[in-house]
């Protein structure tokens, strides 16, 4: 069946840097447009970005310039690299296969990332 288990997340300074994985099983993973979302206790799921299966990205203006997503297909994982951390930024965070709302059919566990100092 389709797997998704994100991994890397923990606490992080503000300011600091934070590289998340999510590693894919159960289908054919090169295919298939990734996206990151997270959510924050008391508030929806925000969309972080995707990643294309032609390696094109996207990301909301909210995070743009400070993550980055990207993917390799060999391993079946996708990544989502986090710079300049802000406490905003705790939240659980989740990878998916789809590249918005329309296309997402499945999630991840997700991992807690929490930034503090």
């Known amino acids: 069946q389709v797997q998704l288990v994100e991994s890397g997340g923990g606490l992080a300074q503000p300011g600091g840097s934070l590289r998340l994985s999510c590693a894919a099983s159960?289908?054919?993973?090169?295919?298939?447009?990734m996206s990151w979302a997270r959510q924050a206790p008391g508030k929806g799921r925000e969309w972080l970005g995707a990643?294309?299966?032609?390696?094109?990205?996207e990301y909301p203006d909210s995070v743009k310039g400070r993550f980055t997503i990207s993917r390799d297909n060999a391993k079946n994982t996708v990544y989502l690299q986090m710079n300049n951390l802000k406490a905003e930024d705790t939240a659980m965070y989740f990878c998916?296969?789809?590249?918005?709302?329309?296309?997402?059919?499945?999630w991840g566990q997700g991992t807690q990332v929490t930034v503090s100092s």
């Open positions: 990643i294309y299966n032609d390696n094109y990205t």
């Open positions: 159960g289908f054919t993973f090169s295919k298939y447009s």
């Open positions: 998916a296969r789809g590249a918005g709302d329309y296309e997402i059919d499945y």
